[in-house]
């Protein structure tokens, strides 16, 4: 059972649409974080959100924390080609006593011109 | 700030060596280093937690004396594939955590290493 369900796996979609990539999950988690991979190269992170209810934004990039702080969700606006990538929405579970990171499968955005 | 840097980024060895990959924190001091291990298409697999001057915490399934890991200093942790074979190729990533605070569980990443075993 995967710990943080990243949700869609896949999405292809035309530069300046809008799109929004999930993170769920049953347990409650103490932080999130966003990152975005190229290929070939280790994740970059994109924000940490700690607070239940908490809203950021990166330009273009809206990032939301559940209330419950089991959920996540990224936001973004009029896509452009440079957005494609690997999104990875990761977390550590309030509690859990573990150190590490746990990874969402992903989430692989192309935004054709 | 919060660099990370690894080393080599790619590496190709015969069957049966060991391959050693360094991960550095080049702007700050990391007591707990992490490492990751990545598949084509897939996320990333915490392998172990790494923490300064003591043993580390390997993941279920993860051999520790096949990964062998030491983290000598607050900027420096190794990783050591032994006896290396096929099914060990795959993207290798180190993280470090930028300690204290309410973001202390942010994790920054390294650029990764890329290991071939023919």
């Known amino acids: 059972t995967q710990l943080l369900e990243q949700s869609p796996q896949f999405l292809s979609i035309q530069e300046g649409e809008n799109l929004t990539v999930y993170c769920n999950s049953s347990s409650v988690f103490s932080s999130l974080q966003w990152y975005r991979q190229e290929p070939g190269e280790g994740p970059v992170l994109l924000v940490t959100?700690?607070?239940?209810?908490e809203v950021k934004k990166l330009k273009r990039l809206t990032f939301q924390f559940g209330d419950a702080r089991k959920d996540s969700s990224l936001h973004i606006t009029a896509a452009q080609p440079g957005d494609t990538g690997l999104y990875l929405c990761a977390g550590s579970v309030a509690g859990g006593g573990a150190d590490g990171l746990t990874f969402g499968k992903g989430t692989h955005l192309i935004i054709q011109p | 700030g919060a660099v990370v840097s690894q080393h080599p980024s790619w590496v190709i060895c015969k069957s049966g060596t060991s391959v050693k990959i360094e991960c550095r924190s080049l702007?700050?001091?990391?007591?707990?280093m992490f490492w990751y291990r990545q598949f084509p298409k897939q996320s990333l697999m915490l392998m172990a937690t790494?923490?300064?001057?003591?043993?580390?915490?390997?993941e279920q399934g993860v051999e520790k004396d096949k990964f062998l890991i030491n983290h000598a200093s607050l900027t420096l942790s190794t990783l050591t594939v032994t006896s290396a074979h096929p099914e060990d190729s795959s993207f290798y990533i180190c993280?470090?955590?930028?300690?204290?605070?309410?973001?202390?569980?942010?994790?920054?990443f390294g650029p990764g290493t890329r290991l071939l075993v023919l």
């Open positions: 959100v700690v607070t239940g209810g």
């Open positions: 702007d700050f001091q990391a007591t707990t």
């Open positions: 790494s923490n300064e001057g003591s043993k580390a915490t390997y």
């Open positions: 993280s470090a955590r930028v300690g204290g605070g309410i973001l202390q569980e942010t994790q920054y």
